[in-house]
């Protein structure tokens, strides 16, 4: 017997198809005839098209099969039996770590995203541009990256052309990408030591060696790296991960002096170079290379927004071919419509300007964050790393309960990060983002620290 009602707003041929599929299912019926049409139309008041219709969807899946004169039959279930009971979905509750002052180093400030000028670009562009039924281009769209082309020949010093650049979702998916382009030439990875704890995860993953190289106050060591043997090395040389040592010039013509004499690779990391308070930019260490050694990282995380997930990559042209062969139909993990909103933001001029204002936003926050520091911890602190970033890297200077400063931390609602975590090495500190909170809030959000900080002076 099935149940039909003929009120529900369940169409009645898929009502009757679940209620014979749920018979089928429960109870074995392997070879058993159902009942003809003409009958069951006349049984249930339904229309043969309506029975049609059923039967046809259980033939299309299997349930039953259709013999000439013996009508449909139950086929061979048994196995379907046991896999169809419904998963329950479990909903999760998200953990919401809400806090009161989150000194996450990496974070922006929820308003300084330029998001009138983005909602009218965006709106632009789900209007007229964009062609739902094509695919990507696999590379990226040749229009934003002309648009990266232009910014970071310009502002970044580096030399390349439109064809070079790859648009990425990210740090991760550039260096995968990198990773498995080169895969045939090299097979071993050197990293800063400290250095970013992602670049050596994913080369890990990709099964290479990684050789961790000590840092001096030009960052990497060449005599170190020499001795590590590897020909291929991850570099973040305009403000090191994490202690912020800008290599000088002198020490980027020896790394590319190396990387010519040992055919040798160097990736240049150039996360937040836009962001210096006290210098100008530096100028890429890709742009001062005439051979093709440098594989440059770029991304819009540190001055535009990291959830919108935009990056990219500039490679050498001798990779290129490499590329083509077993990436250009990649498809790129950013959708269409981020893709031209970003090059229209970039081809209109709001890009430069958003990039003069947030660092302008930042050396602000950057400065005051730094001067309450000094003014509430004086000398029992010393900085570590300043002068760039969305963070201040701090150490005690005197005998101090760590865990306790976790602890109160905690029990104050506030969020602390710590440079071992996301570095490796022993080289610790404190990671005092500022990029997150709001200018008007740091003051307080220095004094709560100050007052759980003093606590843990022994
Ligand atoms: C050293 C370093 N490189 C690169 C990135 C950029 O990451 P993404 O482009 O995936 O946001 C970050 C972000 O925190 C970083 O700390």
Redesign the pocket.
Known sequence: MYIIDQESKTPLHIQLYNEIKKKIINNHTTGNKLHSIRKVSSMYNLSRNTVESAYSQLVAEGYIESYPKSGYVVTDTTRMHENTKQPQIITPTQKSEEYLYDFF??RMDRSSFPLKIWKRLFTKVIDDTIDYGAFLCGQGELGLRTEIAKYITQFRDVKCQPSQIIIT??????MGLVAKIVKNDYQTLAIENPG?H??QKIFDSFGYKIKKVALDKNGLRLDALKKSQAKLVYL?PSHQ?PTGVTIPIAHRLKLLEWAKEENGLIIE?D??SELKYQTRPIPSLQGLNNDDRVVF?G????LLS?SI?I?YMVLPNHLLPSYQQHYDSNIPKVSLMMQKTLEHFMSEGHWEKHVRKTRTLNRRKHNLMKKALIERLQDTMKIESQGGGLAIYINPTVDFDWDLLKQLAQENSIKLYFATQ?SGGDWEAIQMGFGGIKESELENAIEAFSKIWEKCIL
């Open positions: 180093p990496s979702n990210g740090f991760a998916d550039s970013y992602l670049a973040t991960y990391d996360y937040h990282l991304t819009f995380s540190k990291p997930r990056s996301r």
